[in-house]
């Protein structure tokens, strides 16, 4: 599988006349000690190399910032305003609409970026040229999680935890520093984080189970995502009708 960060495709190569573009949005913020701040941009791009393994899609580069605010109490998280992400997003999908694309799968891999749900929300209503789609969803993360044999949940394993770190472990290992099997943490009550800030809940910005995480689990992991990308991408292809 190929993690390029930045796909060499050249304008004459097939996939740059797909009919569905895959844009990986991540975030430049904490994991910890032993995960890199760039880290769930590694994920979303290692996540749109599997779509690319199983689909002919047209992979876009990454947007690298995010909505990070919850982590600003950690050096070198940056943050973009909610506004400035949707409009990238809006801006990107003109583009593509021009370019005569189908579908576009936003790929995040930051839960802060919520406002991504309402930019997808949007774009698909009222029915227009370009069909949206937000991947993966809650539910793809936890069948993932199944499918790699990771027993952590969505909720308690929920950052830099045992499911990222098998990611990385798979795709961008070189990017790990040691101590990541010695970090896990519980703060499974954080319902005002959004208030206080992660740092409320973690003295080392991790929660959940680094410990647990194999290589074999992230390739699992990847793998099913990539495969799994096939239902979005049918509902993205199919014809409209209003």
């Not at 050096?75 to 305003?81: A, F, N, Y």
């Not at 990611?167 to 005002?192: E, F, K, N, V």
């Amino acid at each position: 599988m190929s993690h390029d960060l930045i796909p060499d495709l050249t304008t004459t190569d097939p996939a740059a006349t797909s009919a569905v573009a895959v844009l990986p949005v991540g975030a430049f913020e904490q994991h910890g000690p032993h995960l890199p701040l760039g880290t769930d941009t590694l994920i979303a791009c290692a996540i749109t190399a599997a779509i690319t393994e199983h689909h002919q899609v047209l992979a876009l580069p990454p947007i690298t910032f995010g909505c990070s605010h919850e982590h600003a109490a950690y050096p070198g998280t940056i943050s973009i305003s909610a506004t400035t992400l949707a409009a990238i997003i809006a801006d990107i999908g003109q583009s593509l609409t021009g370019q005569g694309m189908r579908g576009l799968i936003v790929v995040n891999a930051h839960g802060g970026n919520a406002v991504l749900t309402n930019v997808v929300q949007q774009a698909n209503q009222p029915a227009g040229p370009l069909n949206v789609g937000l991947y993966p969803s809650r539910e793809d993360w936890t069948e993932a999680r199944t499918a790699a044999a990771i027993t952590s949940s969505n909720h308690d394993d929920m950052h830099a935890g045992e499911l990222e770190t098998s990611i990385l472990l798979a795709s961008h290992p070189d990017y790990l520093r040691d101590g990541w099997a010695q970090t896990d943490h519980t703060a499974t009550d954080r319902r005002h984080l959004t208030t206080l800030g992660i740092s409320a809940y973690t003295t080392t910005g991790v929660i959940g189970y680094p410990s647990l995480a194999t290589e074999a689990k992230g390739h699992a992991a990847l793998d099913h995502l990539g495969c799994h990308a096939a239902t979005l991408i049918d509902l993205l292809t199919m014809v409209r009708r209003t």
